[in-house]
């Protein structure tokens, strides 16, 4: 048995879309031709319970594009598993808040890119209303709601318009992450480059937010105020490295196992769960060796002689990758930025 603990799961039910986002790093739209069937999904349900999973969220795609997500829910909640749903909203109709409750769904996170104007570039035309819509149906309806957005050179800068918009609703969480160019995002000329010390100074102002307003694990590392940039005012809230083949893993369609689901590249699959057990692949003492083998000495750049490197360990692997290779060195660190913003990836 490995010494790791299983405690959080990101799974791509489906690739099925109603979108075909230039951003998009699993390049979503179409679902596989041999994607996990229900009874390949509901057995997968039962050992990441078996296994320790406390959460997972699920994701597409677009999740409500696959007729029997429901049943996939419902095997892992009736197993004391929580769940959340990733949507972009678009398809999304009131009908559905009955059975998110009846499932015990834990929380719904809607992905909204920015205003209306930069939303509908990325997604088309109706899709902000749309995805406003859901989140008023689900707030409505009792279900706990929080915005994912993503962002590029060209939606960071309009965050204090963003921020206003969603002060008009009762959300719980607003969650900002970078974009990373892999899939789509990578093959289309997306900027995907921004400040992240504007975007850490603008979580800094709106501290008092009524929401949790924070950054994901792809943006940082230990400037100031690190303790309460990541959706938690507690002040304790550092950053501790990347968390995947630790306490996560990622699982697509096909049942293709990473550390995590961003890690979207054939170089991070430790097995598929069509020819080895899940248990047998987490418990894989080769398995997920960037992370599970990590020494400070593997650090490259400026995180090497960083003095917090052993802690954040060079940051998000998956953004390292796709942005310029090295996995444990990170090419937009806050903190180097700050000190010199001419520094390139």
């Not at 598993?81 to 809607?110: D, H, M, Q, W, Y």
């Not at 109706?126 to 406003?132: H, N, P, Y």
């Not at 630790?246 to 097995?271: A, K, Q």
Request: hydrophobic share 35%; aromatic share 8%.
């Amino acid at each position: 048995m490995s010494s790791f603990k299983l405690r959080s799961c990101v799974w791509e039910i489906t690739l099925a879309c109603c979108f075909s986002c230039k951003y998009c790093g699993s390049r979503a739209g179409k679902a596989r031709e041999n994607e996990l069937s229900l009874e390949e999904c509901l057995a997968l349900a039962d050992r990441l319970a078996e296994l320790g999973c406390r959460r997972v969220s699920m994701i597409g795609g677009e999740v409500f594009m696959r007729h029997d997500w429901a049943k996939i829910v419902e095997r892992l909640t009736s197993r004391g598993v929580r769940v959340c749903i990733i949507t972009n909203g678009f398809l999304f109709k009131p009908v559905l808040v009955s059975e998110l409750v009846r499932l015990n769904v834990e929380s719904v996170a809607v992905s909204v890119d920015g205003i209306e104007q930069v939303h509908d570039k990325y997604r088309q035309k109706g899709s902000f209303v749309r995805a406003m819509h859901a989140i008023d149906a689900l707030t409505q309806g009792g279900i706990p709601v929080s915005v994912i957005t993503t962002l590029n050179s060209e939606n960071a800068p309009l965050l204090e318009r963003m921020y206003d918009v969603l002060c008009t609703k009762q959300i719980g969480a607003w969650q900002l992450q970078a974009c990373s160019p892999m899939g789509n995002a990578g093959e289309s000329g997306l900027d995907y480059r921004f400040d992240p010390n504007e975007v850490i100074a603008f979580v800094e102002r709106h501290s008092d937010a009524p929401f949790l307003l924070g950054i994901a694990d792809n943006i940082g590392y230990f400037t100031e105020g690190e303790g309460s940039l990541r959706g938690n005012r507690s002040g304790r809230a550092v950053f501790g490295g990347c968390s995947a083949g630790l306490s996560t893993i990622g699982i697509d369609s096909v049942g293709n196992v990473r550390g995590c689901e961003s890690m979207y590249d054939e170089r991070f699959i430790e097995g598929n769960v069509r020819e080895r057990s899940l248990a047998d692949i987490w418990n894989d003492e080769n398995a997920f060796s960037y992370n599970r083998r990590f020494t400070p000495e593997l650090l490259t750049g400026e995180c090497a002689a960083c003095p917090h490197g052993r802690y954040c360990a060079g940051g998000c692997r998956s953004y390292n990758y796709f942005v310029h290779g090295k996995l444990h060195e990170s090419p937009r660190c806050a903190r180097v930025l700050k000190n010199n913003p001419n520094v390139n990836e």
